[in-house]
Nanobody
Framework: QVQLVESGGGLVEAGGSLTLSCAFSGVDFNNYNMGWFRQAPGLEREFVAGIQWHSQRYSGNFANDRFTIDRDDAKNTVYLQMNSLSPEDTAVYYC???????WGQGTQVTVSE
């Protein structure tokens, strides 16, 4: 069974950067397409960025060049580098397989003015 543990969230000022990590275990990570998602208070969960098993990347509409997803198959870990953060990026960030499986706890990102 797939297990996902997100980390790296925190409080950052607007314009700052954070790198989130997602540790993956339970099955062969190399075979899975992975993604980052986020959910802000009162809103539905939305797609942030994805990376296929062969490392092709794609992003949600708002991420453009600010967010970069990457994976390290040797460490069974997927990352999300976030730059130029704004208060609108405040949310709980989750990683998951694509298609989605069981959701983890997520990691809180809070961006102050």
């Amino acid at each position: 069974q797939v297990q996902l543990v997100e980390s790296g969230g925190g409080l950052v000022e607007a314009g700052g950067s954070l790198t989130l990590s997602c540790a993956f275990s339970g099955v062969d990570f190399n075979n899975y397409n992975m993604g980052w998602f986020r959910q802000a208070p009162g809103l539905e969960r939305e797609f942030v960025a994805g990376i296929q098993w062969h490392s092709q990347r794609y992003s949600g509409n708002f991420a453009n060049d600010r967010f970069t997803i990457d994976r390290d198959d040797a460490k069974n870990t997927v990352y999300l580098q976030m730059n130029s953060l704004s208060p609108e990026d405040t949310a709980v960030y989750y990683c998951n397989t694509i298609p989605n499986g069981v959701w983890g706890q997520g990691t809180q990102v809070t961006v102050s003015e």
